[in-house]
């Protein structure tokens, strides 16, 4: 069970997890990877162009006759052997985005939370009291005891909810970003990546709550 901790790092409580995240999944990974193949190639812009022989300007002439000159036979300058000649099979604009249905979708982002729950990898950070952290320093001593242990700890992800941005997100990112091995997101944009990127996790109560009841939601 995680452990629900404050601000200075001091635990409360530990906090029940459902079946959800307690059942062996351990037969997802084909779902993980294909969830994963997916969230990393859609950001691909896809605009890498080569031209082919047809479109490289110039070589319309033959650059000699076919016989006799003692040379191998070229019809163009722009053949692709020739430098500045077209290119071979080379790439085009595409698209590299696949589908993966949302059912799938859904069973990969609980199957890499599962694991992570299932390895005591989750810690919840309770800030119903309010956020008080003002500086770097304070939030790595947060996260890792001291700001010199943040430079060669395990990376973490800092997860908070959505109706939270105000002000705990926003102090979070504005603390957070000169943390290296922190990430940061909110529990609306957590996916199957960060989940498996990161070797742990740190939830706000309010963000657990709202990931908890939305993937229970939709298994039901």
Same mark, same amino acid.
């Given at each position: 069970?995680?452990?629900? %901790? ?183 944009? %957590? ?10 996790? %740190? ?18």
């Amino acid at each position: 069970m995680p452990q629900v %901790i404050d601000l200075t790092g001091k635990a409360q409580r530990e906090e029940a997890v459902p079946e959800l995240f307690t059942a062996d999944r351990s037969d997802k990974i084909d779902v993980m990877f294909r969830a994963t193949h997916r969230e990393l190639a859609s950001p691909r812009a896809g605009t890498a162009s080569t031209l082919r022989r047809d479109e490289v300007r110039g070589g319309g002439k033959k650059p000699w006759r076919q016989k006799g000159t003692g040379r191998a036979r070229h019809g163009s300058i722009r053949s692709p052997q020739w430098r500045h000649g077209g290119v071979v099979f080379g790439p085009k604009p595409r698209s590299y985005q696949t589908d993966l249905n949302k059912k799938e979708r859904r069973l990969a982002l609980i199957a890499a939370l599962s694991d992570r729950f299932q390895s005591d990898a989750v810690t919840l950070l309770d800030v119903s009291g309010g956020f008080n952290l003002k500086k770097t320093r304070e939030l790595a001593a947060l996260l890792y005891g001291s700001p010199n242990a943040s430079k060669k700890a395990p990376a973490m992800l800092l997860v908070y909810g959505q109706n939270e941005y105000r002000p705990v997100g926003e102090a979070l990112h504005l603390i957070g970003r000169n943390l290296q091995r922190v990430g940061i997101t909110h529990a609306g944009a %957590i996916d199957v990546k960060d989940v498996l990127r990161f070797g742990r996790l %740190i939830l706000t109560t309010s963000a657990y709550d709202e990931i908890r009841d939305r993937l229970a939601k939709h298994e039901s």
